[in-house]
């Protein structure tokens, strides 16, 4: 069954860009779409965006700006760069397969997630 | 409004049922689907497209929906089922939002 793992550093500076990637295992990452999810603390789910195996986005409109996500297929990883981060951005990264039936989409499996402060 | 309200907590006997609610104006005309996250662990998908459940997942998790709100429903709960619930839709715009999130204590 297929299962995701985050990684990238845990602390991040004001103002730098915070780099995460997820591994896929058990299972091929092609004609998925595959998303990054956070949770600050104290605060709900966000999603942040999607992207499919061709390179194909779409990202929140809240965080768009700041956002750029990338596909590896050859190595079964995705990745996120979130620029210019503030303390707002800490919170808890996930990683997770869109799963899409005709009318709607989930999310099906999730990574365990990793914590990202933004601390100077 | 896009928001999907949950109440921050419902607490439990063992074997009896927990009812956690999702509120939001979307629900009506978008799917609702429900994740259990226990401390540590990955995020499972306990319900999908408001009330199907998935393969794996036990018969005592049930789905509804009434208009505006959404339901899970634990029925016979055990003590393994304490855990942060969270409902997910979409919004008008297509951008997918998730529900303020419910912990479930079984007291």
């Known amino acids: 069954q297929v299962q995701m793992q985050e990684s990238g550093p845990g602390l991040v500076k004001p103002s730098e860009t915070l780099s995460l990637t997820c591994t896929v295992s058990g299972g091929s990452i092609n004609n998925y779409y595959w998303s990054w999810i956070r949770q600050p603390a104290g605060k709900g789910l966000e999603w942040i965006g999607r992207i499919f195996t061709t390179g194909n986005t779409n990202y929140n409109p809240s965080l768009k700006s700041r956002v750029t996500m990338s596909v590896d297929t050859s190595k079964n990883q995705f990745s996120l760069k979130l620029r210019s981060v503030t303390a707002a951005d800490t919170a808890v990264y996930y990683c997770?397969?869109?799963?899409?039936?005709?009318?709607?989409?989930?999310?099906?499996?999730w990574g365990q997630g990793t914590l990202v402060t933004v601390s100077s | 409004s896009d928001e999907l309200t949950q109440p921050p907590s419902v607490s439990v006997s063992p074997g009896q049922t927990a009812r956690i609610t999702c509120s939001g104006d979307a629900l009506p005309k978008q799917d609702a689907y429900w994740y259990q996250r226990k401390p540590g662990q990955a995020p499972v998908l306990v319900m999908y497209?408001?009330?199907e459940r998935p393969s794996g997942i036990p018969e005592r998790f049930s789905g509804s929906t009434s208009g505006t709100t959404v339901t899970l429903t634990i029925s016979g709960v055990q003590a393994e089922d304490e855990a942060d619930y969270f409902c997910?839709?979409?919004?008008?715009?297509?951008?997918?939002?998730f529900g303020t999130g419910t912990k479930v204590t079984v007291l």
């Open positions: 497209k408001d009330s």
């Open positions: 997770a397969r869109v799963f899409c039936s005709s009318t709607s989409c989930c999310f099906d499996p």
């Open positions: 997910q839709s979409a919004d008008s715009s297509g951008t997918y939002v």
